[in-house]
């Protein structure tokens, strides 16, 4: 391992020694290039060595001579960012280098930096620090709205960072606040190329959770989108139509009673989560049936309770203490309405766990 280790550190001296658009420069970087990707026992000394503040540093500013040397720098990160994350992340200046590099001409250098996010981003501690870096949430956008553009590769990645952003709860209104929803949207509508429609529903379906994407899909007809999208018939593969389901569940879930009457005014809705809740369609996995599931029982005793409201309004009922109404439940959700109330309560079980734990130590203090 030692000898490794001072192979590393030659390199790291001779990329260091060297100006960026020097031709020594990229040689050295095509040389760590190679050696990250083929021997993973690499990846760590060369971390270790310093190698990757000297590779940042080529990516802050485009310039055509260095094209080469910034294409072979970022596939090093990208190679270390493998095995050596925390070398990687901990280094100052990093994000921003990286954010830089989703905006480079070369779509090769822009694929390797929004890999290299991804990588990072599979690090559940670095999803709130990476989703305070605007910049980097900006050029990942940017990069959806290049339809017909940007290369498949590069939009797959990109959706992949967002994704893994999104499943940081509080990253989710930042993402809607940056606008991610239309171009998101757009993907779905316009973009045919394979595994890119499902990836960008799933990402569809992580934004949903949150109270802010209500408005944000009002404006773009997203639950129209998506409802006609849980249609066998329109030719959505099953993936597809189950992120459909779950982003309408989320949405449900974190948008209360606005979301549900979206859903409910969107023409067939109900009857096309049932079919899909059945398996009709094929290609439609347990998940996405107890999804569809989930979200039909939502609809059905929503409609069912607005009903019995409308026959019991004139009706003079005291409610002060009344309980609440079960109207659906899940293994993760419950969902509550008062009676004679229009608000509904949508309770996750597992804060409601830790509630009543806290309440009973409370009580035995």
């Not at 970022?74 to 190679?79: E, F, I, M, V």
């Not at 981003?121 to 670095?126: N, Q």
């Not at 973009?191 to 209500?214: F, K, N, P």
């Not at 293994?331 to 004679?340: K, M």
């Amino acid at each position: 391992m030692e000898v490794k280790h001072r192979a590393a550190r030659s390199l790291v001296h001779r990329l260091a020694s060297a100006p960026v658009r020097s031709g020594a420069f990229a040689e050295a970087a095509a040389e760590i290039r190679r050696l990250s990707k083929d021997d993973p026992e690499m990846r760590s000394p060369l971390a270790e060595s310093g190698a990757v503040p000297l590779l940042g540093s080529a990516l802050l500013e485009f310039d055509s001579s260095a094209a080469e040397a910034q294409e072979n720098a970022s596939a090093a990160l990208l190679n270390l960012s493998i095995s050596a994350r925390e070398a990687v992340m901990s280094t100052p200046g990093i994000l921003d280098a990286l954010a830089a590099a989703l905006r480079l001409p070369c779509p090769s250098t822009a694929q390797n930096a929004a890999a290299t996010v991804y990588s990072l981003l599979s690090v559940d501690e670095y999803r709130p620090i990476i989703g305070s870096k605007r910049s980097v949430i900006a050029a990942l956008l940017d990069l959806f709205r290049g339809l017909g553009v940007t290369p498949t590769r590069s939009i797959k990645d990109a959706l992949k960072a967002i994704f893994l952003l999104a499943l940081y709860p509080l990253n989710r209104a930042t993402l809607v606040e940056m606008g991610a929803v239309p171009p998101l949207f757009a993907l779905v509508v316009k973009d045919g190329r394979r595994g890119v429609v499902e990836d960008a529903t799933a990402v569809i379906s992580q934004v949903a959770g949150c109270y802010e994407s209500v408005e944000a899909f009002r404006r773009v007809a997203g639950v129209a989108i998506l409802v006609e999208l849980v249609d066998a018939a329109t030719g959505a593969s099953g993936r597809a139509r189950e992120n459909a389901a779950a982003a309408l569940l989320n949405l449900v879930m974190s948008g209360g009673d606005k979301a549900v009457g979206d859903i409910m005014e969107s023409e067939g809705a109900e009857s096309l989560v049932r079919e899909l809740a059945e398996g009709v369609g094929g290609e439609v996995s347990a998940r996405g049936k107890s999804k569809a599931a989930d979200l039909l029982r939502v609809l059905q005793r929503s409609r069912g309770s607005h009903l019995v409201h409308g026959l019991q309004e004139d009706t003079e009922t005291s409610t002060d203490s009344a309980p609440q109404s079960l109207l659906f439940s899940s293994s993760s959700y419950t969902v509550l309405r008062a009676p004679n109330s229009k608000e509904t309560n949508y309770i996750n079980k597992t804060e409601l766990c830790k509630l009543s734990h806290n309440i009973r130590e409370f009580l035995t203090i």
